[in-house]
């Protein structure tokens, strides 16, 4: 290796790291412990769960398959099957769902508005919305 392409190797691993140091931060002040998590399949809005305590609104029946209000785990119906989404000191995560490399399940907490949980093998996404923001404004009306 040539000098030139450490250095090149180095600036990039700096950049990156950087990079990833300012999404992480990003997240951190988006954080909303007492926002609301809602469920959306099929681009419809099923379950709202509270971040402040794990309460819970079902908006469509059918789609909510059980709720455990003892453990604060909800199952909802994904298109390959259910999806189990858990509720724990303000953040929810997806524990348990069926997909070909279960992307849902890796990518953990959330209680950030810039950080959805994306199960797009199951048509599921979750989404976290602040209760401080008007509806007219952040455009869920």
Known sequence: MKKTD?????????LALVGLFVVRT??????????T?????????????????????????QYVI?????ELIYI?????G????????????????????NICQDQGWSNSTVK??????NNLVIVIKDNSVPSEIDGTG
């Open 37 to 61: 998590a809602y469920v959306i399949y099929n681009n419809k809005p099923v379950l709202e769960i509270e971040l402040s305590d794990g309460s819970y609104t079902i908006l469509q029946t």
């Open 66 to 70: 059980d709720v455990d209000e003892e």
């Open 6 to 14: 450490i250095i090149l190797l180095v600036a990039i691993t700096v």
């Open 116 to 121: 959805p949980i994306t199960c797009l093998p």
């Open 76 to 80: 909802v119906q994904g298109t390959n």
């Open 26 to 35: 990003i997240q951190k002040n988006t954080a909303v412990p007492n926002g």
């Open 82 to 101: 259910p999806v189990t989404i858990e509720y724990d000191d303000g953040k929810v995560r997806v524990i348990d769902e069926t997909s070909p490399k």
